[in-house]
Nanobody, 124 residues
Framework: QVQLVESGGGLVQAGGSLRLSCTAS????????MGWFRQFPGKEREFVAA????????DYADSVKGRFTISRDNAKNTVYLQMNSLKPEDTAVYYC?????????????????WGQGTQVTVSS
């Protein structure tokens, strides 16, 4: 089992920044690719960003490219999502997830473990 705990969500004005953190425990962190997803009210959860085990390869949803950056610190068992130039349409619950599959994954079924989510609210 892998336990994932997100932090760093909150309320921010449009144009501002937030950094989300997700700390893992229970299994060897470097055995997992990591991803961030978000869910809007009444909508399906959607892919935001992903990073491979080594941290070398990343990928992003088109809606966040150039504004969000995913990174990981394997020594701290933590993955981050730096969110800049936030927009009201970024308001959602953000989830981190862990995948035991080797290659970078963008689809939810490829992730076996999920955090509880953290609310991000961007005011206009």
């Amino acid at each position: 089992q892998v336990q994932l705990v997100e932090s760093g969500g909150g309320l921010v004005q449009a144009g501002g920044s937030l950094r989300l953190s997700c700390t893992a425990s229970g299994r060897t962190f470097t055995n997992f690719g990591m991803g961030w997803f978000r869910q809007f009210p009444g909508k399906e959860r959607e892919f935001v960003a992903a990073i491979t085990r080594s941290g070398i390869t990343t990928d992003y949803a088109d809606s966040v490219k150039g504004r969000f950056t995913i990174s990981r610190d394997n020594a701290k068992n933590t993955v981050y999502l730096q969110m800049n130039s936030l927009k009201p349409e970024d308001t959602a619950v953000y989830y981190c997830a862990a995948s035991s599959l080797y290659y970078l994954q963008k689809d939810q079924p490829s992730y076996q473990y999920w955090g509880q989510g953290t609310q991000v609210t961007v005011s206009s």
